[in-house]
T-cell receptor
Framework: DAGVIQSTRHEVTEMGQEVTLRCKPI?????LFWYRQTMMRGLELLIY????????DSGMPEDRFSAKMPNASFSTLKIQPSEPRDSAVYFC???????????FGQGTRLTVV | GDSVTQMEGPVTLSEEAFLTINCTYT??????LFWYVQYPGEGLQLLLK?????DKGSNKGFEATYRKETTSFHLEKGSVQVSDSAVYFC????????????FGAGTRLFVKA
């Protein structure tokens, strides 16, 4: 298996623009997580899905953030409009079952200028 | 709510020194516990895990024992190498309330030659 795929390693956008981050989880995994990592706040869970259904989005910082999982093999995290304080590394992770570990993608470093 | 607390870094050691990184948790039910490692510019990788009390997880010379009585999961290695320099995250996967994975703040380890 190729692992969790976040095809974009670096994304640069201008303030006010919409940015969409993409993730392909490991085939067969039924949980998908979006995390944000910054120096100040460490690793924060933004939202997670089970069987494509959002279970907990309490970590989403503002209404500017939204996430979807239209099918078992694809998820997006969208920020609209983006702001410089959204600059961070965004990780997608997936897992199978209730006690198994999460497998992480390599992350997308977002810079909003 | 569930939480993970780990010792603040950075931790700086000389090569071949003994390593301990403390981790304690708060959780309802019976969580699974994990240590992840993040090398510079990379995503998180699972280092080891334990799914029930008194289990010992081990990998690459690292060990951690699930201690329910002290709610701890301390990471140890008998002799560190320069290549062990990374950020280490303690995490728990809840067994109730949605089964999401919660991470500690991370501890940066520097190993000097």
């Amino acid at each position: 298996d190729a692992g969790v795929i976040q095809s974009t390693r670096h994304e640069v956008t201008e303030m006010g623009q919409e940015v969409t981050l993409r993730c392909k989880p490991i085939s067969g995994h039924d949980y998908l997580f979006w995390y944000r990592q910054t120096m100040m706040r460490g690793l924060e869970l933004l939202i997670y899905f089970n069987n494509n259904v959002p279970i907990d989005d309490s970590g989403m910082p503002e209404d500017r953030f939204s996430a979807k999982m239209p099918n078992a093999s694809f998820s997006t995290l969208k920020i609209q409009p983006s702001e410089p304080r959204d600059s961070a590394v965004y990780f997608c992770a997936s897992s199978a079952g209730l006690t198994t570990e999460a497998f992480f993608g390599q992350g997308t470093r977002l810079t909003v200028v | 709510g569930d939480s993970v607390t780990q010792m603040e870094g950075p931790v700086t050691l000389s090569e071949e020194a003994f390593l301990t990184i403390n981790c304690t948790y708060t959780a309802t039910g019976y969580p699974s516990l994990f240590w992840y490692v993040q090398y510079p510019g990379e995503g998180l990788q699972l280092l080891l895990k334990a799914t029930k009390a008194d289990d010992k997880g081990s990998n690459k010379g690292f060990e951690a024992t699930y201690r329910k009585e002290t709610t701890s999961f301390h990471l140890e290695k008998g002799s560190v190498q320069v290549s062990d320099s990374a950020v280490y995250f303690c995490a728990l996967r809840a067994s109730t309330g949605g089964f999401k994975t919660i991470f500690g703040a991370g501890t940066r380890l520097f190993v000097k030659a």
